[in-house]
């Protein structure tokens, strides 16, 4: 697994549900690319600004904070991942599935169920 920022999209989400941790990169704009500072920061506290935390930030937080976790399953038969996402509870429980497509890499998938995972707890808080 590479260390990979999240993108733009997932940063709105992110900002929307309240991540304010600080990180040393941040989107201005959805051209594609973060943009890096030395210092860390809690971007999201800028109008015009949007945290871009590491996917693994990201996933450790939405743990920490609301106990929601993604779980990423290798598909061996097409060579292919997808991801499940589950409210730790006293049992698990499936809250929302990644979209039935099936993703070429790790980092793919977790950026989709890390989008599941924030737009649950959008509609559902």
């Excluded at 549900?17 to 210092?39: P, Q």
Aim: charged share 25%; net charge negative; glycine share 2%.
């Amino acid at each position: 697994m590479d260390l990979k920022l999240i993108d733009y999209d997932t940063a709105k989400l992110a900002r929307e549900v309240g991540f304010d941790l600080e990180v040393e990169y941040t989107y201005t704009s959805d051209r594609g690319s973060a943009d890096f500072f030395y210092d860390f920061d809690d971007y999201n506290q800028y109008d015009d600004n949007y945290s871009a935390p590491t996917q693994a930030l990201l996933h450790k937080w939405l743990m920490d904070k609301f106990q929601m976790i993604v779980c990423i399953s290798y598909l061996p038969f097409d060579n292919s991942f997808t991801s499940s996402v589950y409210k730790k509870e006293n049992y698990p429980v499936t809250a929302y599935n990644t979209p039935l497509i099936s993703y070429d890499s790790y980092e793919e998938v977790l950026e989709a169920g890390l989008k599941v995972t924030l737009q649950y707890l959008i509609d559902n808080t």
